[in-house]
T-cell receptor, first 115, second 116 residues
Framework: DAGVTQSPTHLIKTRGQHVTLRCSPISGHKSVSWYQQVLGQGPQFIFQYYEKEERGRGNFPDRFSARQFPNYSSELNVNALLLGDSALYLC??????????????FGAGTRLSVL | ELKVEQNPLFLSMQEGKNYTIYCNYSTTSDRLYWYRQDPGKSLESLFVLLSNGAVKQEGRLMASLDTKARLSTLHITAAVHDLSATYFCAVDGIMNYGGSQGNLIFGKGTKLSVKP
């Protein structure tokens, strides 16, 4: 079975540009979360989507937005890129089945470099 | 503000030695997760600890959880080079829809280097 897939794997942009990152969850998983991992730090939560609705948002500016599609894939959009947006962007999916352990499975990430 | 603190942040070990990584957290969460990350790679789930006193073991790694002390430990027994990686602990952030795990708060990670 395919795991969480993200595209592209690497991306180079310049300040002020816009970027779209894509994520396909594990088949059957309905929840997708996005994280930003700056070099040397732990991942920071950006968004969670479940059944196409935003269920949680981290402490990120409005330049960051996301959406989830009917097939549960997701896009993360970042506008007006800043140098500080350079990071590894991780997507994670989980099978929502009520209370209990719902492990998040992470994709390989998209490494974004802003010059 | 929810905080997750790991120590040490860097750990250089010799093969065959034992060591413990500590994870303190400020939330009242009773669930804690350990992940492994190899350089340039994504996160691999190692352990999910669901209640006070939970202990999980896999090979040379053993994780435990004390929710009263808000402390989890990851113990490494007889380290081998293949264990070299960065280890993260994480707790649930806000309560998510349906109790799902969707918002994790991570520590800064412990970079482990095992030398022959």
């Amino acid at each position: 079975d395919a795991g969480v897939t993200q595209s592209p794997t690497h991306l180079i942009k310049t300040r002020g540009q816009h970027v779209t990152l894509r994520c396909s969850p594990i088949s059957g998983h309905k929840s997708v979360s996005w994280y930003q991992q700056v070099l040397g730090q732990g991942p920071q939560f950006i968004f969670q989507y479940y059944e196409k609705e935003e269920r949680g948002r981290g402490n990120f500016p409005d330049r960051f937005s996301a959406r989830q599609f009917p097939n549960y894939s997701s896009e993360l959009n970042v506008n007006a890129l800043l140098l500080g947006d350079s990071a590894l962007y991780l997507c994670a999916s989980s099978l929502v089945a009520g209370l209990g352990k719902n492990i998040q499975y992470f994709g390989a990430g998209t490494r974004l470099s802003v010059l | 503000e929810l905080k997750v603190e790991q120590n040490p942040l860097f750990l250089s070990m010799q093969e065959g030695k034992n060591y413990t990584i500590y994870c303190n957290y400020s939330t009242t969460s009773d669930r804690l997760y350990w992940y492994r990350q190899d350089p340039g790679k994504s996160l691999e789930s190692l352990f999910v600890l669901l209640s006070n006193g939970a202990v999980k073991q896999e090979g040379r790694l053993m994780a435990s959880l004390d929710t009263k002390a808000r402390l989890s430990t990851l113990h490494i027994t007889a380290a081998v080079h293949d264990l070299s990686a960065t280890y993260f602990c994480a707790v649930d952030g806000i309560m998510n829809y349906g109790g799902s795990q969707g918002n994790l708060i991570f520590g800064k990670g412990t970079k482990l280097s095992v030398k022959p």
